[in-house]
């Protein structure tokens, strides 16, 4: 027993003055692969470019609604876009490419970083992180909703942190619906660039099939149908300031708009930015034709205490038959509390309850109402 105990020591003893065996080598960091491409502001492919370069920051502010600090400019926007393995989100949703734009020099720069394999993603994210730190303020399409709770996700999921949080947001699908839904049945991003830019695409990839193409990609290896997304991607991004510009031009002469819509749009802007003066502009440029619009200037003019120009525009909403009972009634509340007049809004109220029997509406709640108010102004009376 001594004997096996004393062979065991000595083979402890023999593995003891073994030397060591090294470490296993660290393996090298997966990266993405990365697309660079510039656009000098001065050359045709750059110049549509250098005009969105110039935008005063006051405007796009309006346009999107929000606040940006005194000094920003164009140069500190960072447009961005994702192409992704699924269009719904979830959990196992991933960006595979991601591009952005954005100012540097005298070039409009494009960078697309593209994932070959999921284990650079890590390395994408950082890359995406430290852009949007060198910029104050994002820009996207639907990146509010979509784009960037995707990255900020992701990056959790690989222990980052994009840093873009309190990041001023512009997104574009939001200014594009505040200008142009009253005109466009839709609104994506293929539509803007039809009615807005005037660019139809020649031989683009449906944005609905690029999942599946990436998906293929990583069966095949083969790099020719991701170049087409690539490329998507790519206008996607660049299409984008050019959107931006042509928004702001809306605002700039509203009046001048080929479509009252768009004229309309304009003003209601303006008037939930506070701007009154201007929101009267669109509004006085397209009364004669739209019913919104002089039932919005009419409110206008009432809340300034212009209450003869009001009563104008309702007596004309009377004539034109528009508005339905709105023009009475807010006259009738004039005549009423205002001038005190309680025979004149009595003679209003009637009027109006006998426009709506004609129309057949003898028994609608507005009647009801209209009853109400002729009961009480008797009472006064």
């Not at 083979?11 to 003055?17: I, T, Y």
């Not at 997966?30 to 250098?50: F, I, N, S, T």
């Not at 299409?239 to 009046?255: I, K, Q, V």
């Not at 409110?299 to 209450?307: C, E, Q, S, T, V």
Request: proline fraction near 4%; include cysteine.
């Amino acid at each position: 027993m001594i004997a096996n105990l004393k062979a065991k020591l000595d083979a402890l003893g023999q593995m003891r003055r073994q030397e060591p065996s090294p470490p296993p080598s660290k393996p090298e960091e997966a990266v993405c692969r990365v697309y660079r491409q510039e656009y000098p502001l001065d050359k045709e492919e750059g110049r549509a470019l250098g005009r969105a370069l110039r935008l005063p920051m006051e405007e796009v502010s309006v346009l999107c609604r929000t606040p940006l600090a005194q000094d920003t400019a164009m140069r500190d926007v960072l447009f961005l876009d994702t192409e992704t393995t699924g269009l719904a989100g979830g959990s196992g949703v991933l960006a595979f490419l991601v591009g952005l734009g954005y100012y540097e020099d005298d070039c409009f720069v494009m960078e697309q970083f593209f994932l070959e394999d999921y284990d650079g993603e890590a390395d994408m994210l950082q890359r995406v992180g430290a852009a949007a730190a060198r910029h104050k303020v994002l820009a996207s399409f639907n990146g509010k909703t979509f784009d960037l709770p995707l990255l900020q996700s992701r990056a959790i999921m690989n222990r980052q942190r994009l840093k873009v949080e309190d990041m001023p947001h512009l997104d574009l699908l939001h200014a594009c619906r505040r200008l142009l839904r009253r005109r466009l049945t839709r609104c994506n991003f293929t539509s803007i660039e039809e009615e807005l830019l005037d660019i139809t695409r020649v031989d683009d990839v449906p944005g609905s099939q690029i999942p599946a193409m990436y998906f293929d990609y990583l069966q095949s290896r083969d790099m020719a149908s991701m170049e087409q997304v690539i490329r998507h991607n790519r206008l996607d991004v660049i299409h984008m300031p050019l959107m931006l510009e042509e928004l702001c031009a809306m605002l700039r002469d509203p009046e001048g708009l080929d479509y009252c819509e768009d004229t309309l749009s304009c003003g209601i802007l303006f008037e939930r930015n506070g701007d009154l003066e201007k929101a009267s502009v669109c509004y006085t440029a397209i009364a004669a034709r739209d019913t919104e619009a002089i039932t919005r200037l009419s409110l206008i003019r009432k809340r300034a205490g212009d209450y003869d120009g009001a009563l104008e525009l309702w007596r004309q909403m009377v004539r034109r038959g528009i508005g339905g009972a709105f023009a009475y009634v807010e006259a009738a509340k004039v005549y009423e509390h205002v001038y005190r007049d309680p025979a004149k809004a009595l003679r209003v109220t009637e009027a109006c309850m006998r426009r709506l029997r004609e129309l057949g509406l003898g028994r609608s709640d507005t009647m009801a109402e209209l009853e109400h108010r002729r009961s009480r102004l008797l009472r006064k009376i």
